[in-house]
């Protein structure tokens, strides 16, 4: 099983959720947002996941990976259906912790440390702090 569109997606994910929640963060995320985001999932980045799939396993890769995928799109369904942006504010705060539990795995499985730029910039951008990994937040 070649891992690495796995990871790639995995990465995709995480960008896609980031991107809405710093949107929401400036005040104005947008259906416009949502769907450049969903597109980032459709088509997922092509570079950005070698490393993260050379230190994880593929079991766990592809369920951390699927996961992620699943609560991205669940952020975009309510983006779309939000008549009133306060109502996405639990909802952010959810997706910025849940992205900071996948960079957390990310690390665990990496010597504790986040392979690439762009995850470093997540862990920075979510104010990330180590926990334990077993905390599923």
């Known amino acids: 099983m070649d891992s690495l569109p796995i990871a790639n ?5 995480l960008s896609a ?18 769907s450049k985001a969903e ?3 459709d088509k997922p980045l092509k570079r950005g996941g070698a490393k993260v799939s050379q230190k994880i396993d593929g079991k766990l890769l592809s ?6 995928e699943a609560e991205a799109r669940k952020l975009i369904e309510l983006v779309n259906m939000a008549e009133d942006p306060s109502s ?8 910025s912790n849940r992205i900071c ?12 440390v986040l ?23």
């Open 9 to 13: 997606l995995l990465v995709s994910s």
């Open 17 to 34: 959720l980031s991107s809405m929640v710093q949107a929401y963060n400036s005040s104005k995320v947008t259906k416009e947002d949502a």
């Open 39 to 41: 597109q980032r999932l």
């Open 63 to 68: 369920a951390l990976s699927e996961k992620a």
């Open 88 to 95: 996405l504010e639990l909802p952010m705060r959810e997706a």
């Open 101 to 112: 539990f996948y960079l957390q795995q990310i690390k665990h499985h990496n010597d504790d």
């Open 115 to 137: 392979p690439t730029k762009r995850l470093n910039d997540f862990w920075q951008s979510h104010r990330c702090v180590d926990m334990d990994v077993c905390n599923d937040r």
